[in-house]
């Protein structure tokens, strides 16, 4: 039985972060959420593709 990971979910990851932000949620359990719904994969993928921030 193999087991296959979903997609990354931007809008669980982002909800995560907000959560974060408005100190409703400890650091820890942030991260955790955001490694599951992808996080991981969405920063290789980006990184994979040259991707840099552009200015704010």
């Known amino acids: 039985m193999s087991?296959?990971?979903p997609a990354p979910d931007l809008t669980?990851?982002?909800a995560a972060w907000e959560e974060f932000e408005k100190g409703e949620e400890a650091p820890g359990r942030?991260?955790?959420n955001m490694k599951?719904?992808?996080l991981d994969v969405v920063l290789?993928?980006?990184t994979a593709?040259?991707?840099t921030p552009s200015a704010s």
């Open 44 to 46: 290789a993928e980006l």
């Open 36 to 38: 599951t719904a992808g």
């Open 49 to 51: 593709s040259g991707w």
């Open 12 to 14: 669980k990851i982002l």
């Open 3 to 5: 087991f296959e990971q």
């Open 30 to 32: 942030v991260l955790a």
